[in-house]
């Protein structure tokens, strides 16, 4: 009695079956399909776990902006390396923290500010030779 392999467009026969599955498939195409579910899986949970991680840490985060970064964070789960963890890895973490206290360093905080005053500078003579008779 030979089994035919149940894959759309897939020919491939055998009259070996060790194990009586109901609908067959040829070994190529069974470990796709379990492949795929994984993959999926891995997916929905790098969604659920993604979006409340993004918008958990980062505060105020505009709607937008966070189903950007699930769907980045997506894209990256189901690359072709291979799936990432949900978490960020160690180096990330690690990248992040020392972002966030280059940001907060007093020399960023203090050229920050600088530029700031700079721009607001700008922003007031421009209006000011828009507008000469206005004063503020």
């Known amino acids: 009695m030979s089994k035919t392999c149940t894959y759309e467009g897939c020919s491939e ?35 659920n776990c993604g979006g409340t991680a993004s918008t958990g840490s980062a505060g105020n985060v505009k709607l937008e902006e966070s189903a950007d970064n699930i769907l980045s964070i997506v894209k990256q789960r189901t690359g072709s390396f291979g799936d990432r963890p949900a978490r ?37 003579e421009q209006r000011q030779q828009q507008f000469p008779g206005a004063s503020m």
Request: charged share 30%; with cysteine; hydrophobic share 30%.
């Open 88 to 124: 960020p890895t160690l180096l990330e973490q690690v990248l992040n923290q020392k972002r966030l206290s280059l940001l907060r360093s007093p020399e960023v905080v203090q050229f920050l500010q600088k530029q700031q005053q700079l721009l607001n500078q700008q922003v007031l």
């Open 13 to 47: 026969t055998t009259s070996q079956v060790a194990k009586q599955r109901k609908p067959w498939m040829c070994k190529k195409h069974r470990n796709k399909m379990y492949k795929d579910k994984y993959k999926k899986k891995k997916s929905d949970q790098a969604l």
